[in-house]
């Protein structure tokens, strides 16, 4: 169990106690942590909050679960070896595909693994890269009705328990990153989410309730709950993605195409760039060629203000509004959605070159962002210099990649109570 941290809706996990079933044994759930790239603290002790919470459940299900330390191919191989099956969940992310390739390497066991994190699965969505929205479109659509159909997937218990299973639990892994979770502002109100499934389906509860009806309307204005909230428990798994379609299919409403839109196409082109370009999903390298070369073609520009990564991390610019967007990221773990954009966008802007500040919003993204790490978060900031987008009329230091700007934050929500929301906060220390 590494990308789907949950015991409902869980494809990979009702596979295995199917298997299990079948061949009338006992069933145990690994999770091995290692040392995953640009993970913080912050973000081990947030998941293990949510994963403690699942280890229960599967244990008051019959199911054995252990946590261990090390090396996924290595823990996985040196216990597989007394498994008559090892199944696996699907990530897209390189070093997650590397421990599983590795892993076959090591052991003669059949090794199965369930893609259970997209909606429609990545190699039947599409057989190649696609380029934007307008591509993978027309192929989601065809193959959804099957999925968003499909039963649901609750925990069930295996026919045989696993109470004779010799395995050490480590449960003391569990505060391997301390029991100090959740820091708190000047308010003292928690500057993170809740963790886990049960925080999870509260927030989607909630969200269905109170924000689904105006999401077309209310998302794109920071000072509005207007978004789900729900990126970073999908993010480690602790929700399906399926099953929040799904939910909101019942709930329906007249946002509800914005928000499929948002959850289902887009989420699942960002997955799709990921699998289909394993090697470089998170180099200057994923950036199309026409935005690279109109880049390139406006590098010298004069630019208003050049800042470095050290600047930009500790919101030290001149833009009371960048700055409010990187003071949330540094409470919350998150960025409202439109003002990620204008983040990503000013860093190209005030960056000595463009693959410099590629390198930074990357760096800082996947650092600092709960969600970070993800495919969403690699399309997203390779979406700031021209990926899934075209060109637009031709603009200084941007060429004709998309520009946005200050003025046109403005236009949209009020910009000024934004910034005096998050710069009047104190950032907490991660």
């Not at 399906?240 to 019942?250: N, P």
């Not at 203000?305 to 600047?311: A, V």
């Not at 009371?320 to 860093?347: D, E, F, V």
């Amino acid at each position: 169990m590494q990308a789907a941290q949950r015991t409902d809706d869980n494809p990979a996990l009702w596979h295995a106690i199917s298997e299990a079933d079948r061949l009338v044994l006992p069933l145990l759930v690994l999770f091995v942590l290692g040392d995953f790239p640009e993970a913080s603290a912050v973000h081990f002790r947030w998941m293990l909050e949510g994963l403690e919470d699942t280890s229960v459940r599967l244990r008051d299900a019959g199911i054995a679960f252990s946590i261990q330390r090390g090396d996924p191919a290595v823990v996985v191989a040196r216990m597989g070896l007394k498994a008559a099956m090892v199944i696996c969940d699907a990530s897209p992310h390189r070093w997650a595909r590397s421990a599983r390739v590795r892993l076959t390497a090591e052991i003669t066991v059949p090794v199965i693994e369930v893609d259970g994190e997209s909606i429609v699965p990545l190699r039947i969505a599409s057989a190649k890269q696609e380029w934007a929205a307008r591509t993978i479109r027309p192929k989601i659509s065809a193959a959804l009705g099957v999925y968003l159909e499909g039963p649901r997937l609750p925990l069930r218990a295996p026919r045989k328990t696993a109470d004779q299973l010799d395995v050490p639990s480590n449960d003391g892994l569990f505060n391997a990153y301390g029991k100090s979770l959740n820091p708190v502002d000047l308010t003292g109100k928690p500057v993170l989410p809740s963790s886990g499934s049960l925080a999870a389906e509260t927030r989607l509860n909630s969200f269905l309730d109170n924000g689904l009806d105006s999401y077309d309307k209310d998302r794109n204005d920071p000072n509005l709950s207007g978004t789900s909230g729900l990126s970073p428990y999908l993010h480690f798994g602790q929700i399906s993605a399926l099953a929040v379609a799904r939910a909101a299919r019942i709930h329906e409403g007249p946002s509800l195409p914005a928000f499929l839109e948002q959850l289902v196409l887009r989420r699942e082109l960002c997955r799709n760039f990921a699998y289909y370009r394993p090697d470089d999903y998170d180099a200057w390298s994923s950036v199309p060629a026409w935005a690279v070369r109109t880049l390139g073609e406006h590098a010298n520009d004069p630019r208003d203000y050049l800042y470095t990564r050290s600047d930009f991390e500790a919101a030290a610019t001149h833009d009371p509004y960048w700055n409010a967007a990187q003071h949330q990221l540094l409470m919350t773990g998150t960025i409202h959605n439109y003002m990620r954009m204008y983040w990503g966008k000013m860093i190209l802007a005030w960056s000595r070159t463009p693959r410099e500040a590629f390198e930074t919003a990357l760096g800082l993204n996947d650092r600092l962002a709960l969600d970070g790490r993800d495919p969403n978060g690699w399309a997203g900031v390779a979406w700031c210099f021209g990926l899934h987008d075209r060109p637009w009329p031709q603009r200084a230091v941007f060429g004709t990649v998309r520009s946005m700007s200050a003025a046109g934050l403005k236009r949209k929500f009020d910009a000024d109570a934004y910034a005096r929301t998050w710069n009047n906060s104190q950032p907490s220390k991660q």
